[in-house]
């Protein structure tokens, strides 16, 4: 094979067409980075939608849950209120029936004396 005598502009146009195809190689991988960059940005937007609405689940949640043990406290407070009067009318009426008792006792023993 015949050795050809290079000039200078087949020169330049070989090192013309190394950049450009450099170029295009850059472009390419630009353009995928660019896609993947813009799927984790998309990805991350949709963590944090997924975030803020759990967020907002929990802060939900946390506030349902303490309206219901308020609501647990005021209904023990009552039940303590009402075992309180219970218990205080059931000693009342203790205290009535001994009266009663002791009446009836004493009259049963003047009713015996008086009989014989």
Do not use: C
């Not at 850059?26 to 993947?36: H, P, Q, T």
């Not at 209120?81 to 205080?88: G, P």
């Amino acid at each position: 094979m015949p050795k050809k005598n290079m000039t200078i502009d087949d020169l330049a146009g070989m090192v013309q067409r190394g950049f450009t195809e450099m170029g295009q190689r850059i472009d390419g991988a630009e353009k995928r980075l660019g896609n993947r960059i813009d799927g984790v940005e998309g990805g991350l937007t949709s963590v944090e939608k997924g975030s803020e609405k759990l967020r907002i689940e929990m802060h939900d949640e946390f506030r349902r849950v303490h309206e219901e043990i308020e609501n647990i406290k005021k209904k023990l407070d009552q039940l303590s209120s009402r075992t309180m009067e219970d218990t205080d009318a059931t000693i009342k009426e203790v205290f009535q029936l001994k009266k009663r008792i002791e009446i009836l006792e004493r009259n049963y023993k003047e009713l015996k004396s008086s009989i014989g």
